[in-house]
């Protein structure tokens, strides 16, 4: 199956790699799918994060995002 990823940035993360475990954390106890990825990309110069869980289709995905990008604002780590 494949996966949905949402809240997708190019910039730095306000918390860092801190702010990026807790939105992992956070993310999984939505969804035991879901997770957040954040890393620097050296060859760009540029950091990189995108939520991501399962895709279950339209309009399952879009709800899911919607609830973990909710909690994430909630714990002071929204976007």
Same mark, same amino acid.
């Given at each position: ?5 949402? !809240?997708? =940035?190019?910039? $730095?993360? $306000? %918390? %860092?790699? #801190?702010? @990026?475990?807790? &939105?992992? =954390?956070?993310? #999984?106890?939505?969804? #035991?799918? +879901?997770? *957040?990825? *954040? *890393? &620097?990309? !050296? @060859?760009?110069?540029?950091? =990189? ?8 289709? *339209? $309009?399952?995905?879009? +709800?899911? @995002? &919607?609830?973990?990008? +909710?909690?994430?604002? +909630? !714990?002071?780590?929204?976007?």
């Amino acid at each position: 199956m494949s996966e949905y990823f949402f !809240a997708t =940035r190019s910039t $730095p993360l $306000p %918390g %860092g790699h #801190k702010a @990026a475990k807790k &939105r992992d =954390r956070i993310a #999984k106890g939505v969804d #035991k799918t +879901a997770g *957040y990825v *954040y *890393y &620097r990309d !050296a @060859a760009r110069n540029e950091w =990189r994060g995108w939520g991501y869980c399962r895709s279950y289709g *339209y $309009p399952f995905d879009d +709800a899911t @995002a &919607r609830e973990i990008e +909710a909690s994430w604002k +909630a !714990a002071g780590v929204g976007q």
